[in-house]
């Protein structure tokens, strides 16, 4: 079981990520915009390098959507954390180790629970690959 003051702290960095992720994502999307707005200005001069943005807009989507991604667990685990169920694997109702959650505070499952849903993932891959 985690104490207070153990759950106090990880929930201090779950904070701070989950601000200095607002910001990333706030400059990304700018970025983002520019970029968009040059290479179709560029385009008036270059017409033909659509692959080119395709790649540009591919790579920032992907950039911007894993700090998305992020932001909604960071959401989820401060979720549970003011429920009370917070650190508590998801699968096995087993509790995560603290040392697990300060390397990785959104974690939700236990490392068990977390290898078999891995190699299940991966199964998953092989077998439709
Ligand atoms: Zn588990």
Redesign the pocket.
Known sequence: MLSKKQITELKGQLDNRLLELRSEIKQELLTFDNEQYNQTAGQVHDIGDDSLVDFLIDINLAVINRHIQEVKDIEAALLKISEGNYGQ?S??D?PIKYLRLEAQPTAT??I??QAEHEQSLHDTEAKYS
Do not use: E, G, H, V
């Open positions: 694997c699968d096995c087993a499952r236990c068990k629970c």
